[in-house]
């Protein structure tokens, strides 16, 4: 073979892996993945991709479709394995669309408000291009007035939240135990105590397998008017040893302990992970952190977290023997909150435990025990239970000396002044020295 030969085939061997590595780069990313979620109100849509290319979304009419286009990616997966009933999706489809992108076709079975959002590569996921398509014809819920009656004898309004849930599954404990299974467990058994239990009224933040971002908890607790915020969770920590339930609270000036630093953390990245699109939002929490409103909650959930505390403490172990506080993004609300992690699913024997129905009944009711025991030691006004209090009351006797008024006398026996009044059958503010009040005691 003469030298030019040798030549001409070198760089036809060249040329052939060039063109073969053009034609693989002409894809700069592939699409690998895909999972959905249905929620009350939107379904979720999450695709996995390798790189993050620009990507355009429009709709069509006539039949009703979503048309996705995404610059230089290919599809390395099938769309078969989606389970769509309960959606607004018919089928999802694909092909070539324009040169060098790839269209997705989302055919519709009734018209959607789609949002869609990218979330970069973290710890637990690789590039996600994700979807929400929000209900359009969503039934209004009516809200009926209540009578005077009803509206002086509420009930206690108790939002269970359930930490975690759809592509964020938490902690991942022995034998693949998801904390997002655990804990939602334990918020449906709550929730069936407290609807039981006269002068209670529980609700949810999720009552199925999706994600809902931390702000939005705290956000639909305010908006169900509740009295008290209950986030369970199952968390880990990074040594296998630690153990034990513990009950948080919100603290603006740091956490208690390393391991409240740790799980605060981890928390407050979970919209990262279950998927939140948090750019161009204005919170205003420093407003709200400095508010008298938000430090009259957090004493609140102060009091009641010690009564939780002290309820499973007779179940489990405890981490600290102390309520514990940090700064996670669930509790920062006006709403009084708690954070219960009701265990490490990270620990062998704790993970057993809560992998077991009956224990996490056990856990649920403590909960329930140590929530009922507060609402009935410290009823908010216009209750059921501050009526059933206070109908027929223990009392003893005050007899007005000079100077004295009743909101002091109410301040002082920390009763409301309203109280005192139909206690004594006041219609006015009037008194007298000598006269005899009788006061009411818990």
Do not use: C
């Not at 291009?129 to 009926?144: A, E, H, P, T």
């Not at 990262?272 to 959930?301: H, P, Q």
Request: charged letters at 25%.
């Amino acid at each position: 073979m003469n030298g030019n030969s040798m030549q001409k085939r070198v760089l036809s061997l060249v040329l052939f892996v060039f063109v073969s590595l053009t034609a693989d780069l002409s894809f700069g990313a592939e699409l690998n993945g895909v999972r959905l979620w249905r929620a009350p109100d939107h379904t979720r849509v999450v695709f996995d991709l390798t790189d993050i290319n620009s990507y355009k979304v429009f709709s069509l009419s006539n039949p009703l479709r979503l048309v996705v286009d995404i610059d230089n990616t290919r599809l390395k997966t099938d769309f078969s394995q989606l389970n769509l009933s309960n959606t607004p999706i018919q089928k999802i489809r694909h092909s070539g669309g324009e040169k060098g992108k790839m269209r997705l076709v989302f055919d519709l079975q009734q018209p959607v408000k789609p949002n869609s959002f990218i979330l970069k590569a973290n710890n637990e996921h690789s590039n996600r291009l994700v979807f929400d398509l929000y209900d359009r014809n969503k039934r209004k819920v009516v809200i009926k007035t209540a009578t005077r009656v009803q509206q002086q004898r509420r009930d206690v309004v108790v939002v269970i939240d359930a930490g975690h849930g759809g592509e964020d599954s938490g902690a991942v404990g022995y034998r693949k135990l998801l904390e997002k299974d655990v804990v939602l467990d334990i918020s449906k058994r709550l929730y069936r105590l407290l609807d039981k239990e006269k002068g209670f009224r529980p609700e949810y933040t999720r009552k199925g397998d999706y994600y809902i971002g931390l702000r939005k908890r705290s956000e639909m607790a305010r908006d169900k008017q509740a009295d008290l915020l209950v986030s369970i969770h199952a968390d880990s920590f990074k040594n296998r040893k630690a153990h034990g339930a513990s009950v948080f609270t919100l603290s603006s000036n740091g956490a208690t302990s390393e391991s409240a630093r740790w799980l605060a953390s981890r928390e407050n990245s979970a919209d990262l992970v279950g998927g939140v699109e948090l750019e161009n939002k204005n919170w205003s929490l420093k407003k709200t952190l400095i508010s008298l409103s938000m430090n009259a909650s957090i004493d609140a959930s102060q009091q009641a977290a010690d009564q939780v505390l002290e309820s499973i403490g007779t179940l489990s172990d405890l981490h600290k023997s102390g309520i514990e506080q940090a700064g996670f993004m669930v509790l920062k609300s006006d709403v009084p909150s708690m954070l219960i992690e009701t265990g490490f699913i990270s620990n062998r024997k704790e993970a057993s435990n809560l992998g077991k129905p009956a224990y996490r009944q056990k856990m649920a009711q403590k909960i329930f025990d140590g929530l009922k025991q507060y609402f009935e030691q410290s009823p908010p006004d216009g209750t059921y239970l501050a009526w059933q209090k206070w109908k027929t009351p223990t009392v003893t006797e005050h007899v007005i000396i000079r100077g004295e008024t009743l909101s002091e006398i109410a301040y002082r026996y920390r009763i409301s002044l309203e109280v005192l009044k139909k206690v004594n059958r006041l219609n006015g503010s009037s008194i007298h020295v000598g006269q005899k009040l009788r006061i009411p005691v818990s």
